[in-house]
């Protein structure tokens, strides 16, 4: 698992099935830079490990008894917005998963994936980016598919700002998409700040939905 050299990052895991607590703690011992912070079953006892514990990474559930998945998201990123969020579900329903998106947590993958693209997941949200499973991105975009459109959003943008959206979201960093298109760092930082302005747009989170409500965003990881 990559993130910086030598870093230990402390999880928190917020699920109320013990087995599954279980088995994830297992998986997680094996990489040398993660802590196990503690294990909750609850959403109202994670808003307090939080407070307590000052983890990096929340890895919740959806259901959960009083405060769910979806609620504890909200609250966490309402309150502590430097905790990066995984969600870590067996529900695979449209509406779910967009109100996942719009809390703006980083990561979201079913239950049912394998080892490897969890510790993809860890990896990737822990580096400052996002990781939302292809099962998950492809249940996004046939929701906004079926969804009648205004204008799209995309001709606010240039065509080299399109561009340079999609490069983001492949995970290119400004240096990479400089060296790419031939331009230099200061050039792509300004269109990068440009995009941000005319998306209104905060956060990476932010820019993968606009990416995905504009069929900008590459289903490959």
Not at 101 to 119: D, F, H, P, V
Not at 141 to 160: F, G, V, Y
Request: net charge neutral; aromatic share 4%.
């Amino acid at each position: 698992m990559n993130g910086e050299e030598n870093k230990i990052y402390n999880v928190l895991i917020a699920d109320d099935h013990q087995m599954f607590v279980d088995g994830l703690k297992a998986l997680l011992r094996k990489e040398k830079n993660i802590q196990i912070a503690g294990e909750v079953s609850n959403g109202a006892d994670a808003l307090q490990a939080i407070i307590k514990k000052q983890p990096d990474l929340l890895i919740t559930d959806i259901s959960m008894p009083g405060l769910s998945g979806v609620e504890l998201t909200r609250e966490v990123k309402s309150r502590y917005p430097e905790v990066k969020i995984l969600v870590l579900s067996m529900y695979n329903d449209r509406e779910i998963v967009s109100e996942i998106l719009m809390s703006e947590a980083e990561g979201y993958i079913l239950k049912n994936t394998g080892r490897q693209e969890l510790s993809n997941a860890i990896s990737r949200i822990l580096g400052n980016s996002t990781y939302y499973s292809n099962e998950v991105l492809n249940i996004m975009m046939t929701r906004i598919k079926r969804q009648k459109k205004a204008e799209k959003n995309t001709s606010l943008l240039t065509a080299r700002e399109t561009e340079i959206i999609k490069l983001i979201m492949e995970e290119y960093s400004s240096e990479e998409i400089a060296e790419k298109l031939f331009i230099s760092k200061r050039t792509v930082d300004t269109h990068r700040k440009n995009i941000i302005q005319k998306t209104n747009t905060r956060t990476l989170v932010g820019l993968l939905k606009f990416a995905i409500e504009n069929n900008l965003a590459e289903i490959n990881q």
